[in-house]
């Protein structure tokens, strides 16, 4: 069965540090999803592709974060710098196209900024 | 913008007794409902959507337009109901993005 894949499944950075997650979503996918997720929370929309397009930037702090699809397959989530309160789950999703389609989940990478 | 509520962060109930987990939602247009689910060590994934009208896992929720609530319910609980569950919206032909509550920690006591 087809999944979303996503690494590292954990990180552990030092603040001010750079930091990268990698998402490579269900083949097919034009719909693309980064969450962020922190304890205790429900998911939080961060960035929203449609194939190598951004759709939905709005929640995505961008003087520290920056997100790519440059082919359409695959993304990149970064932070530079990290900062103690970006410690969280950070989630892919993807789905099959803009319409109203389920959205399968990769398992997240956990990110604790020390 | 699309707001989820779920009012209750933890619910415990014993095995067999009834489950209802409430979500309430705001927006202007028209949503598409979902509950995602996450088992202990699990991805997050889709339990059901309004549109769908079925049953997964005895699990069944109606969409009240009028009183803008998603409620998620079961009649008798299992134990492997245990997971946390999540109200989700979604705009029909709106922005498209997928807005979740803070979610529910449903514990079923054997």
């Known amino acids: 069965e087809a999944e979303v894949a996503q690494s590292p499944r954990y990180k552990i950075t030092e603040k001010s540090q750079a930091v990268a997650f990698w998402c490579d979503p269900i083949?097919?996918?034009?719909?693309l999803y980064w969450y962020r997720q922190i304890l205790g929370q429900g998911p939080e929309l961060l960035v929203q592709?449609?194939?190598?397009?951004?759709?939905?930037d709005s929640q995505l702090p961008k003087d520290r974060f920056s997100a790519e699809r440059l082919k359409g397959v695959d993304s990149t989530l970064k932070i530079q710098p990290a900062e103690l309160g970006d410690s969280a789950m950070y989630l892919c999703?993807?789905?099959?196209?803009?319409?109203?389609?389920?959205?399968?989940f990769g398992q997240g990478t956990r990110l604790t900024v020390v | 913008a699309q707001r989820v509520t779920q009012p209750e962060k933890l619910l415990s109930v014993f095995k067999g007794a009834p489950v209802e987990l409430k979500c309430n939602y705001s927006?202007?247009?028209?949503?598409?409902l979902f509950w995602y689910v996450q088992y202990s060590r699990q991805r997050l994934q889709l339990l059901l959507r309004h549109i769908s009208r079925e049953s997964i896992k005895g699990f069944t929720a109606d969409l009240n337009k009028g009183e803008t609530s998603f409620h998620l319910k079961k009649p008798f609980a299992q134990e492997e109901d245990s997971a946390m569950y999540y109200c989700?919206?979604?705009?029909?032909?709106?922005?498209?993005?997928?807005?979740f509550g803070k979610g529910n920690q449903v514990v079923v006591i054997p």
């Open positions: 927006y202007s247009g028209s949503p598409e």
């Open positions: 989700a919206l979604k705009p029909i032909g709106g922005n498209n993005r997928l807005a």
């Open positions: 083949s097919g996918h034009a719909t």
């Open positions: 592709f449609q194939d190598e397009s951004v759709v939905d």
């Open positions: 999703a993807s789905s099959l196209s803009q319409g109203n389609t389920e959205a399968f």
